[in-house]
């Protein structure tokens, strides 16, 4: 599916890939009529090659690396595509049209737009992300002076948006640009959350949480939630990526409620969990998000750290894939984790990670020292454990004294 979609940009689309493909990979014709009247909103090329890098993370898979359509449509969506589409506002950053017109290229998910944007946050915070996941698969690829080139052009991107592009004349951070060009800062749904959603917002930041703040505000309000129920999907990812696990957990429960609900578009859809963006995002919630689990397939490690929020007080779920192997992962709480290696040949390496700073934790009911990091602002203390299949290993906290 991926190889299909990738395959489907090209010079005649302007490197755009099609938004929607029929099983056998024809155009979908609802959403397009010619190489130059299709939908296309300029965060979906960025996070197809988002996908590369965790398609390969979770299944080691080294198609994702070596299919040569796959890295050539990655390859032409972080260098031609940018510069085809940067043209009104020339700053690196991949532009819209600005006409609102999704048949004629917007900047943005947001369908529903207050403002014409050329440039949007979530165009931004995707090209971002993008740019760290080819660092990643040109990484695995050998390529390491490629690698650290795009490595570099992320961290040049994040700094122009907290020196320039983010907070001009702001004190939130700007979501967009019109002709002008000319900030917008404020609330736009999906052009404001996403610069949370992709981890491009510093989580040390004041402005940051004063945005988290702003976002749980306006999605209190019946006027600016999103009626679309695809759109809150990215909700509860954007509060767990921050630890604001309260809230992570009260919209996932808000989407769940929703699901039996009718949709906005009802013609088309039915059902709210009829949309596909809901039952796969609420499944990425559950396995990536509250138990924070990071896969490694191809290094044989996985990571994780718990979001638990308070009422959720145990959480397991089994038959994990990641790459060959199975694994069955649970949680007590915030302080206790038990990984179970259940299928495959070869040992893991497991990082048992928990919020907060501690001294000690057991490991099957050995003391053992932690090591300590930083996840997006939470001080995380973990231990790196050698896991068998057909093994078991619990690592709970010791309180500090």
């Known amino acids: ?38 939908v296309r909103e300029v965060p979906a090329i960025f996070e197809l090659v988002e996908k590369m890098d965790q398609l390969y993370r979770w299944t ?10 796959l890295w050539q449509f990655a390859t032409k969506a972080l260098t031609d595509f940018i510069d085809l589409h940067d043209q009104q506002f020339p700053n690196g950053v991949a532009e819209g049209t600005g006409t609102g017109d999704i048949f004629a290229g917007v900047a943005t998910y947001n369908e529903q737009p207050d403002a014409p944007l050329i440039e949007a946050g979530d165009g931004l915070a995707s090209q971002y992300q993008a740019f760290l996941a080819f660092s990643d698969l040109a990484a695995w690829r050998k390529e390491r002076s490629l ?26 951070y700007n979501r967009g640009y019109i002709a002008g060009p000319r900030p917008i800062s404020g609330w ?19 402005r940051t949480h004063r945005y988290l703040e702003l976002i749980s505000e306006r999605l209190e309000s019946r006027e600016d939630i999103p009626d679309n129920i695809e759109a809150l999907t990215y909700i509860p990812e954007t509060f767990f ?10 919209w996932m429960k808000h989407i769940i409620h929703q699901i039996d609900q009718t949709h906005a578009q009802s013609s ?4 709210n969990g009829n949309y596909p ?9 559950v396995v990536e998000h509250l138990l924070g689990i990071t896969p490694d397939a191809g290094k044989r490690r996985l990571r994780t750290l718990s979001h638990m929020p308070d009422d959720l007080k145990l959480l397991e779920v089994r038959h994990i894939p990641i790459g060959n192997a199975l694994f069955s992962v649970a949680h007590s709480g915030p302080a206790s984790s038990k990984l179970t290696y259940q299928k495959d040949g070869t040992p893991f390496i497991w990082e048992a990670a928990f919020p907060g700073k501690y001294a000690r934790v057991t490991v099957n009911g050995k003391k053992k020292r932690c090591r300590y990091s930083k996840d997006f602002g939470q001080v995380i203390s973990y231990i790196k454990v050698r896991i068998k299949p057909g093994k078991t290993v619990i690592v709970e906290v010791l309180p500090s004294r």
């Not at 080691?60 to 299919?67: A, E, F, K, N």
Request: charged share 20%; net charge negative.
């Open 268 to 271: 088309l859809t039915g059902a």
């Open 1 to 38: 599916m991926l190889r299909a979609f990738a395959q489907s940009a090209n010079a005649s689309t302007k490197c755009y890939s099609l938004w929607a493909l029929n099983f056998d990979g024809s155009p979908y014709t609802l959403d397009y009529h010619n190489d130059d009247d299709f």
């Open 188 to 206: 736009g749904k999906e052009n404001s959350w996403f610069l949370l959603t992709k981890g491009l917002a510093a989580p040390d930041s004041p």
């Open 277 to 285: 963006e809901v039952s796969f995002a609420l499944i990425s919630n």
């Open 60 to 69: 080691g898979d080294p198609r994702y690396l070596s299919d040569p359509s």
């Open 241 to 250: 990526r921050y630890h604001r696990n309260e809230l992570g957990w009260k």
């Open 147 to 172: 690698a650290r080139q795009f490595a570099q052009k992320a961290e040049t991107l994040k700094a122009y948006f907290h020196s320039d592009w983010g907070i001009r004349n702001t004190d939130w």
